[in-house]
């Protein structure tokens, strides 16, 4: 079934679309998304967050080739977006809205899924190089083949940067802070028999990141190593002459992080930190009369966390057990309607149950949709939350309830397509520190006064509206813009969430021209925010302008070019944290 006749609300950012962006890092690509915002703490591969209409980075589910990748050792057990790059990412999907019925915890804002290239029957390679603004480096290679009953794909990458100074220049930040970075990703699909396969599947990030230290304290030499790992291993079973699919899989995700600071109180290593996730999965999809099927499945998942640092160690686990049903039919032409509903059990808070149902009518072939969706998401406390110092074993799972309803209409043949989308969301148990002397009784988690600890103690709600146009009148002529308003706001403070802007626009146009150059623009507009929940400091507003070009100077080779913010616009998405300037890069792309 197209995406744009299911009942959710989803952007695909595809190959062909990564390609002519020419985008570093995936959350470049993301920042096109309707409904969706973007902060980063510096240059590239620094802290980043992503905001699904208006909720918390941590309620956001990441995944690379479906496996969930977050981190169980940060504070809210998010993951950050800052050092993945998307040089080895193929397709990019977005899911708005609560998901947990099929993606369990964390999917409270929507889901972000990564695919890395698939096997492919016939041998293909590609390489990458580009250089650029303070001496930026980046080399890609990709390669895909088949051998008999198995089939490869797998790539590599290297980035390298000078950067600028994560500290912003306008406040005095001058001490460059660079990164480098080096990845790699395989797959290896085994055709056992007829219905019988097996998936193999791996992913590795390796960075060194200098780092700043936020106001008062500005440039130093501080910097963090970070080692990502993830592995899949899967069992495809289809039985009953094909209506019945079973997967059954084993994934691993482990996060490993060691800041230093060599001019510290204590110089040297000051954090060193662990998170693991193992999960066994297994679900399947029956076929139950043509239109209708019936996705169910079952999950064990155990999470550990350690954490060692001058201030002193910390180390929790926990286990996950689920299961798992949404009917997926057509009643008649033209609607298609799905529900589902989930269970948790948490071997600290106990159960927890959650329902999804979405449907999506077209009268005439996808030309007109309408579509609604009903969705609650959940999310369990950190396993930080739970084990610090901090902590606190009684904390309950954030929960939220949403509701979205859409419109697309096409029109000239399907040349011009226009969407809107309302949506509505609150969030309550919302997991917040807060210090001893703020708490009205006195609580076995309070030493002294100023000591705090985790608690669910806050409530949100977030609604907006989503408005995109699509149009390509001539095949060589494509243009798009997309609008968002998401008014998020704390209940219990009557405040704005930090870092939510309530307005963004993109709009960008391409032109394949007819001796073979294509050229491009994008537009960004996002508005002003608060920074944070504690005070009244606001993040300007503003406008960042790309330009691109690439030209084919044989079938196998292209050369390639972009000027990033090319009014050299002075902006923060975090407070004191600064942004690069106008920067320019260039590159070659050669299919082998």
């Excluded at 395989?186 to 960075?207: C, E, F, K, P, Q």
Aim: proline fraction near 4%.
């Amino acid at each position: 079934m197209p995406v744009s006749q299911v009942g959710l609300s989803v952007s695909i950012i595809d190959q062909e679309e990564l390609r002519r962006l020419q985008v570093v890092g995936v959350t470049e690509a993301l920042r096109t998304v309707p409904g969706l915002a973007t902060t980063r703490s510096g240059g590239t591969g620094t802290l980043s967050s992503v905001f699904i209409r208006g909720a918390s980075s941590d309620h956001t589910a990441a995944l690379i080739d479906g496996v969930k990748i977050n981190d169980p050792s940060s504070t809210a057990g998010g993951f950050d977006f800052g050092r993945l790059l998307a040089g080895n990412i193929e397709r990019i999907e977005v899911v708005r809205g609560p998901q947990s019925v099929l993606w369990g915890s964390q999917a409270i804002g929507g889901v972000v899924n990564m695919i890395t290239r698939k096997p492919e029957e016939e041998m293909q390679a590609q390489l990458q190089g580009e250089y650029g603004y303070r001496d930026t480096v980046e080399l890609v290679g990709n390669a895909a083949a088949s051998y008999g009953p198995v089939a490869l794909s797998g790539g590599a990458l290297y980035y390298r940067t000078d950067g600028i100074s994560a500290f912003s220049a306008q406040r005095g930040g001058s001490e460059k802070d660079g990164i480098e970075q080096y990845g790699a990703n395989a797959n290896m699909a085994i055709t056992v028999s007829d219905g019988l396969s097996v998936d193999l599947r791996g992913w590795y990030s390796h960075s060194d990141l200098d780092t700043d230290g936020g106001f008062p304290f500005g440039d130093n030499a501080s910097y963090n190593r970070t080692r990502e790992a993830v592995g899949y291993t899967g069992l495809n079973w289809s039985i009953l002459e094909g209506r019945l699919k079973n997967r059954f899989a084993y994934t691993i995700t482990d996060t490993k992080r060691r800041d230093y600071d060599p001019g510290g109180f204590v110089p040297g290593l000051q954090n060193d930190a662990l998170g693991r996730n193992e999960r066994a999965e297994y679900q399947g999809t029956l076929d139950i009369v043509e239109g209708w099927n019936l996705v169910f499945g079952a999950e064990k998942e155990w999470s550990r966390f350690r954490i060692n640092s001058v201030y002193g160690n910390n180390t929790g686990k926990a286990r996950l057990t689920s299961f798992y049903g949404q009917l997926n039919g057509s009643p008649f032409k033209g609607l298609s309607v799905a529900t589902g509903v989930r269970h948790d059990d948490h071997d600290r808070f106990g159960g927890y149950t959650t329902f999804a149902a979405n449907a999506a009518y077209t009268p005439n072939e996808g030309n007109t949709v309408v579509r609604a969706s009903y969705g609650e998401g959940f999310k369990t406390p950190s396993l930080y939350q739970l084990h610090s110092d901090y902590g606190n074993l009684a904390l309950r799972p954030e929960s939220a309830k949403s509701w979205d309803f859409g419109l697309v209409q096409k029109g000239l043949d399907g040349a011009v397509e226009i969407g809107a989308t309302w949506f509505h969301r609150k969030t309550r148990n919302l997991i917040d520190f807060v210090t001893c002397i703020d708490v009205n009784d006195p609580s076995p988690l309070c030493d002294y006064p100023f000591d705090g600890f985790y608690n669910n103690v806050a409530r949100a709600k977030a609604e907006g509206l989503e408005l995109e146009l699509k149009a390509r009148p001539v095949a060589a002529l494509t243009a798009q813009f997309n609008y968002s308003y998401v008014r998020s706001r704390d209940l219990t403070t009557d405040s704005d969430l930090a870092r939510r802007p309530r307005h963004k626009a993109y709009a960008s146009i391409d032109y394949d021209w007819p001796f073979g150059l294509s050229t491009g623009a994008s537009l960004t507009h996002v508005g002003s925010s608060r920074d944070n929940p504690f005070s009244t400091t606001q993040n300007s507003d503003y406008v960042i302008a790309d330009i691109r070009a690439a030209y084919p100077v044989t079938d196998r080779i292209e050369l390639y070019g972009r000027i990033e913010n090319l009014f050299d616009s002075d902006y923060e998405t975090v407070a004191n944290y600064g942004q690069p300037g106008r920067a320019g890069y260039a590159g070659v792309r050669v299919r082998l």
